[in-house]
C-alpha cells in the first residue's frame, strides 16, 4: 500500500505565511508528479501546483508568484510553501502523487486526506 500524510496546514491572517508538507511512504518504486490541489466548499477540487520528476513545475495563476512548491526526491516528500495568503485561498489541501508501487505494471494516482488551510481577512 502506499499513504500519503500532509501536515502544516491552520489558520493564518490574510498575507501571512504557512508551508504544507506531505510525505509518502509504503511500497513504492518510483514517484512522477507529486502535486497539491484544493476544495473550497461547495467548489470543484482544483490544481494548485505541481512538481514532476525532472523538477518541472506548474502553477494554478492564482498563486503564481505567491506559492512555491519543492520536491526531496530521495524522501518522497512535497512541500508547498505559501506566502501572501488571502482569504480566497481558504480550502482544504490535499497531495497528490503519482506512484509506481513494487510489483505493479504502471503508475497510480494517490491522495493524502487533506489538511485545512483558513485564513481570515
Known amino acids: 500500500q502506499v499513504q500519503l500524510v500532509e501536515s502544516g496546514g491552520g489558520l493564518v491572517h490574510a498575507g501571512g505565511s504557512l508551508r504544507l508538507s506531505c510525505a509518502a511512504s509504503?511500497?513504492?518504486?518510483?514517484?512522477?508528479?507529486m502535486g497539491w490541489y484544493r476544495q473550497a466548499p461547495g467548489k470543484q477540487r482544483e490544481l494548485v501546483a505541481r512538481i514532476a520528476s525532472d523538477g518541472d513545475t506548474w502553477y494554478a495563476d492564482s498563486v503564481k508568484g505567491r506559492f512555491s512548491i519543492s520536491r526531496d526526491y530521495a524522501k518522497n516528500t512535497v512541500r508547498l510553501q505559501m506566502n501572501s495568503l488571502k482569504p480566497e485561498d481558504t480550502s482544504v489541501y490535499y497531495c497528490?502523487?503519482?506512484?509506481?508501487?513494487?510489483?505493479?505494471?504502471?503508475?497510480?494516482?494517490?491522495w493524502g486526506q487533506g489538511t485545512q488551510v483558513t485564513v481570515s481577512s
Open positions: 497528490n502523487a503519482d506512484v509506481k508501487r513494487i510489483g505493479f505494471v504502471g503508475f497510480y494516482d494517490y
Open positions: 509504503g511500497s513504492i518504486l518510483s514517484i512522477n508528479v
